[in-house]
């Protein structure tokens, strides 16, 4: 299974984003798509993460609200919108592949390379 992100860049603050990542492979085991983020300094954080039929999302808490996670079948592609961006959002952020739909990273075997999201 290969992940690769795209979308990332400069936003201004309150700006918005839209990240992608797009699955290819033996991607009919992946049953759930996933992004971490990761800020300088800081350890990896859960931002948000969605099930294969798409009935069951999860946000971490500094992103609820602002966020939004979706997933487009027919495409192999994971989406997070992302609204009123705010400096502490600026991280890289990874997108993961995994067996089970959880805020753990433990969860997920696969990982994309990483976009940059400056704000």
């Known amino acids: 299974v290969q992940l690769v992100e795209s979308g990332g860049g400069l936003v201004q603050a309150g700006g918005s984003l839209r990240l992608s990542c797009a699955a290819s492979?033996?991607?009919?085991?992946?049953?759930?798509l996933g992004w971490f983020r990761r800020a300088p300094g800081k350890e990896r954080e859960f931002v948000a993460a969605?099930?294969?039929?798409?009935?069951?999302?999860y946000y971490g808490d500094s992103v609820k609200g602002r966020f939004t996670i979706s997933q487009d079948n027919a495409k192999n592609t994971v989406y997070l919108q992302m609204n009123d961006l705010r400096s502490e959002d600026t991280a890289v952020y990874y997108c993961?592949?995994?067996?089970?739909?959880?805020?753990?990273?433990?969860?997920?075997?696969?990982w994309g390379r990483g976009t940059q999201v400056l704000r």
């Open positions: 492979g033996r991607t009919f085991i992946l049953y759930a």
């Open positions: 969605i099930n294969e039929s798409g009935g069951i999302t």
């Open positions: 993961s592949g995994g067996r089970l739909v959880s805020r753990d990273s433990e969860m997920y075997d696969y």
